[in-house]
């Protein structure tokens, strides 16, 4: 059972290059997200899917196009990568499970970096 | 928009004292506040969470507590031992029937030995 695995672990891009994250995950969850982690300033959500064909803008959305293949595979594309988009990127999955724990697991993250 | 803030960023204790973690929300809609530890260089995961409708949530050395009427939770740790150190944080999840989770800044803990 591998989770949420996520791909590349690691990215150098030029400035104006695009690339596209690929996530996937096996635990038959409906919702995944995209985060971004930078120093002092948290998990911010870039999109998120609450089920297989819906997608839904979060907190810093522009710059990014993602994808719900199906169930399984969410990914996140930058079209052309600009510096502030350097940062960790982080895929999740959620388990729905009321009254139970709500839980999002993480995926080990792409640490991107744009030059 | 929903927003979720995080105090302190940066915590140091000595190990067996107490850290205690504050976060505020923005939207009273949300309805479930989990909390995620991040050790440095691995992914967050879950360490406890509460939902709107209990005021308080024990685990072991961990508690949090919820105050509706002000919009504030909170992340106890009692007996701290260094392998606590890591990065907290917070976050609020959106009105039933959505399922957008918003994270504070984070806090770093350090149990000093």
């Known amino acids: 059972n591998a989770g949420v695995t996520q791909t590349p672990k690691f990215q150098v891009l030029k400035t104006g290059q695009s690339m596209t994250l690929q996530c996937a995950q096996d635990?038959?969850?409906?919702?995944m997200y995209w985060y971004r982690q930078d120093p002092g300033m948290g998990l911010r959500l870039i999109y998120y899917?609450?089920?297989?064909?819906?997608?839904d803008k979060g907190e810093v959305p522009n710059g990014y196009n993602v994808s719900r293949l199906n169930k399984r595979e969410f990914s996140l594309r930058l079209e052309s990568a600009a510096p502030s988009q350097t940062s960790v990127y982080f895929c999740?999955?959620?388990?729905?499970?009321?009254?139970?724990?709500?839980?999002?697991?993480f995926g080990s993250g792409t640490q991107l970096s744009v030059l | 928009g929903e927003n979720v803030e995080q105090h302190p960023s940066t915590l140091s204790v000595q190990e067996g004292d107490s850290a205690v973690i504050k976060c505020t929300y923005s939207?009273?809609?949300?309805?479930?506040f989990p909390w995620y530890k991040q050790e440095l260089g691995k992914r967050p995961q879950l360490i406890i969470g509460?939902?709107?409708?209990?005021g308080e949530k024990k685990d072991q050395r961990i508690a949090v507590t919820l105050n509706k009427t002000a919009k504030h939770f909170s992340l106890h740790i009692t007996e701290t031992q260094p392998e606590d150190s890591a990065v907290y944080f917070c976050?609020?999840?959106?009105?039933?029937?959505?399922?957008?989770?918003?994270f504070g800044t984070g806090t770093r803990l350090k149990v000093l030995a």
């Open positions: 999740a999955s959620g388990r729905q499970a009321h009254p139970t724990n709500e839980k999002l697991f």
């Open positions: 635990m038959n969850h409906n919702s």
């Open positions: 899917s609450a089920s297989e064909g819906t997608t």
């Open positions: 939207d009273s809609a949300s309805n479930y």
């Open positions: 509460i939902r709107s409708n209990v």
């Open positions: 976050a609020a999840k959106g009105a039933s029937g959505t399922y957008k989770y918003i």
